[in-house]
């Protein structure tokens, strides 16, 4: 299986902050990396596809970068509906893997 | 609008079974591959099982193999996963999530979750 490992598992940040999110896959995934952001009692949404392809609907805020196992998420101007947790996985292969979140914190 | 409402969740004692419904609406549900996820409380994501648009292509996390069955009714646009012999480390809410394909693989659209509890 592959193993995703995000870092930080927690980030404390202000409002107006940039942040950036780190995603690492166990082997090459290529650019099968896909983003979602999660509330509390809530489903996950979905906001990157593809390593870096802005879901429709979610703002330009959120960018994704990243191929083969190093990947990043960015969020820019930070308000406070971005603090949640977020979670990166991989869709290279089965089982569709996910690593163990970063709850973004004020 | 699409949506995906789950249902069937509720608790249930080790050993015992359950069987999760998935109801599919605004889009045209055998044309996608969909997916179990679950998340254990206070915890992070995990896949559990997908089937095919046609529901004869199946595959499982090797935590629940033998013992959760996924299925569909494309002419019910039902979703389902029939849990058998339950444990304790299966307490978790349960996501059906619905796999977009243009442009990758993904789960762009994601039910709102119902509990499962194993517990005596």
């Known amino acids: 299986d592959i193993q995703m490992t995000q870092s930080p598992s927690s980030l404390s940040a202000s409002l107006g902050d940039r942040v950036t999110i780190t995603c690492r896959a166990s082997?090459?995934?290529?650019?099968?990396l896909n983003w979602y952001q999660q509330k509390p009692g809530k489903a996950p949404k979905l906001l990157i596809y593809?390593?870096?392809s802005l879901q429709s609907g979610v703002p330009s805020k959120f960018s994704g970068s990243g191929s083969g196992t190093d990947f990043t998420l960015t969020i820019s101007s930070l308000q406070p509906e971005d603090f949640a947790t977020y979670y990166c996985?991989?869709?290279?292969?089965?089982?569709?893997?996910f690593g163990q979140g970063t709850k973004l914190e004020i | 609008e699409v949506q995906l409402v789950e249902s069937g969740g509720g608790l249930v004692q080790p050993g015992g079974c359950l069987r999760l419904?998935?109801?599919?609406?605004?889009?045209?549900?055998?044309?996608?591959?969909m997916h179990w996820v679950r998340q254990d409380p206070g915890k992070g994501l995990v896949w559990v099982s997908r089937?095919?648009?046609?529901?004869?292509?199946?595959t499982y996390a090797d935590s629940v193999k033998g013992r959760f069955t996924i299925s569909r009714d494309n002419a019910k646009n039902t979703l389902f996963l029939q849990m058998n012999s339950l444990r304790a480390e299966d307490t978790a809410v349960y996501y059906c999530?619905?796999?977009?394909?243009?442009?990758?693989?993904?789960?762009?659209?994601w039910g709102q979750g119902t509990l499962v509890t194993v517990s005596s």
């Open positions: 999530a619905r796999e977009g394909q243009v442009g990758g693989r993904y789960f762009d659209y």
């Open positions: 419904s998935c109801a599919a609406s605004g889009f045209t549900f055998s044309s996608y591959w």
């Open positions: 089937i095919n648009s046609d529901g004869n292509i199946t």
């Open positions: 082997q090459s995934i290529t650019n099968y």
């Open positions: 593809a390593a870096s």
């Open positions: 996985q991989q869709s290279y292969s089965t089982p569709r893997t």
